[in-house]
């Protein structure tokens, strides 16, 4: 039959049970089900193991060509990162990070999208403001403001009540 997979699944029942109730994931029970049911033949067929895991047949045999080129492994290796890559090269953003680990640091978001710039990166200030509070897990050391006014011996005496 045209479209009918030929696969020879190399490991034994009793491994393939084994596996199957030793995988944390439901992802990866279903895939060793899938094995299981081919390996002991309480399928007939890929359509059949299809019906019986509720799946399409198109997704068990993607399934099964993963595990004919990589094996167990291949079939239960988490899905890769398939979003954008990001803007700001490996090699930026080390320096950036260690830029920012220094004690000057940077005064705004503004100041690290003009350094980024210099670098030949061009982002928004959103993006860039994203990419370093949330990407890097940095915050700008920006000291808080002070009053000119504030009389340093009452601020110590404050921070030091017990003296």
Known sequence: MVGVSQIEIRESRETLKALMREQVTIQGRERMHCLYLLKSQEARDVGHAAQILCRSRVTLQRWLKKYQLGGIA?????????????????GVATELV?????????????EVQDWLAERDVNMTYAGVHHYVYHGLGASLKVPRPRSQAQDPVRVELFKNPCR
Do not use: I
């Open 98 to 110: 260690a830029q920012l680990e220094t004690t000057t640091g940077f005064g705004s978001y503004g």
């Open 74 to 90: 291949q079939l239960l290796a988490p899905p890769t990162g398939q979003g954008r890559k990001s803007k700001v090269p490996a």
